[in-house]
């Protein structure tokens, strides 16, 4: 079983920067990739960005690219993600992953996940 908590959202005005956190508890979180989503109001769950767990492989969607980061530190089981000239469409409630067992870019490739944590950017 593994139980994930994200903080670090918030409001910021478009340009400005947030780093979001996802602790998870569970023995096998160092083996597992770890992957944020994101859902805006009326929209299906999209994928944002993951990380294999030993931090060699990351991947990102093409909105993204270049403006954020996501991060692992295996020591504290928690997985990061670093948002960068964020964008009014980058508003939605951000969601942390857990142990793939399918795609990597499906939200039905994940088995657990987060309450989710909300973003605002403000034009």
């Known amino acids: 079983q593994v139980q994930l908590v994200e903080s670090g959202g918030g409001l910021v005005q478009a340009g400005g920067s947030l780093r979001l956190s996802c602790a998870a508890s569970?023995?096998?979180?160092?083996?597992?990739?770890m992957g944020w989503f994101r859902q805006a109001p009326g929209k299906e769950r999209e994928f944002v960005a993951a990380i294999s767990g030993s931090s060699s492989s990351t991947y990102y969607t093409d909105s993204v690219k270049g403006r954020f980061t996501i991060s692992r530190d295996n020591a504290k089981n928690t997985v990061y993600l670093q948002m960068n000239s964020l964008k009014p469409e980058d508003t939605a409630v951000y969601y942390c992953?857990?142990?793939?067992?399918?795609?990597?870019?499906?939200?039905?490739?994940?088995?657990?996940w987060g309450q989710g944590t909300q973003v605002t950017v403000s034009s």
């Open positions: 992953a857990a142990m793939r067992v399918g795609s990597l870019y499906s939200s039905s490739g994940y088995k657990y």
């Open positions: 569970g023995r096998t979180f160092s083996t597992t990739t």
